[in-house]
């Protein structure tokens, strides 16, 4: 079972370029989520999706664009990269939308590292 | 403006002791609150809270809400080795409904 799967795992890029951040799970989860890992900041939110066609804008959405068109992918986009956009970025799944008490899990993946020059 | 804070920010200790780790947050309609560990990837899940005063254990480690005084603690007993790691607290809820992570403790647990 290979969970939430992410590449790839390094990216350096140069200011302007454009590239697409892969996220795939295998676990049939409804939802989907983005997010960047910068130090001293925690975890937050990019983009998300509660199903297949689905996406809605998270914290910090400027400069990226997801799609999602079917279960088992995310991609995120980077259009025009920026220095700002360096960080740690993190794909994560549940089975079902996020409902309180209800609330499954997110499952994580390994993660990308990406760099912008 | 909905905030998490997680004390301390890092925290060195031998093989054996017990730490206790600390969460608080203001968070509007807050629903549930999460513990995940992170070591050099990804988080990966420990404990959901969702009830007030019920702890939570997993082996050595335990946690329990306090959805009075919004808070939440995580107990690690005779720490290893292999417990060194960031621990991330995040309630579940806020004016967007999503999860609101807090900075982590790093917890460095030496032999």
């Known amino acids: 079972n290979a969970g939430v799967t992410q590449t790839p795992k390094f990216q350096v890029l140069k200011t302007g370029q454009s590239m697409t951040l892969q996220c795939a799970q295998d676990?049939?989860?409804?939802?989907m989520s983005w997010y960047r890992q910068d130090p001293g900041m925690g975890l937050r939110l990019i983009h998300y999706?509660?199903?297949?066609?689905?996406?809605d804008q998270g914290e910090v959405p400027n400069g990226y664009n997801v799609s999602r068109s079917t279960t088992e992918d995310f991609p995120l986009r980077l259009l025009s990269a920026a220095p700002s956009q360096t960080s740690v970025y993190f794909c994560?799944?549940?089975?079902?939308?996020?409902?309180?008490?209800?609330?499954?899990?997110?499952?994580f993946g390994d993660g990308t590292r990406l760099s912008i020059l | 403006e909905d905030k998490v804070v997680q004390s301390p920010l890092s925290l060195v200790v031998h093989e054996g002791d017990t730490v206790t780790l600390n969460c608080s947050y203001e968070?509007?309609?807050?629903?549930?609150l999460l513990w995940y560990k992170q070591e050099k990837k990804a988080p990966t899940f420990l404990f959901m809270l969702?009830?007030?005063?019920i702890e939570k254990k997993s082996g050595r480690l335990s946690s329990i809400l306090d959805k009075k005084e919004l808070f939440s603690i995580l107990n690690i007993t005779a720490t290893q080795t292999g417990d060194s790691a960031v621990y991330l607290c995040?309630?579940?809820?806020?004016?967007?409904?999503?999860?609101?992570f807090g900075t982590g403790t790093l917890l460095a647990v030496q032999p």
């Open positions: 994560a799944s549940s089975l079902t939308y996020p409902s309180g008490a209800s609330n499954q899990p997110q499952h």
């Open positions: 676990m049939n989860h409804e939802y």
């Open positions: 999706s509660v199903g297949a066609g689905i996406t």
């Open positions: 968070v509007t309609n807050f629903r549930s």
């Open positions: 969702t009830s007030s005063g």
């Open positions: 995040a309630p579940y809820g806020g004016a967007t409904n999503k999860l609101i």
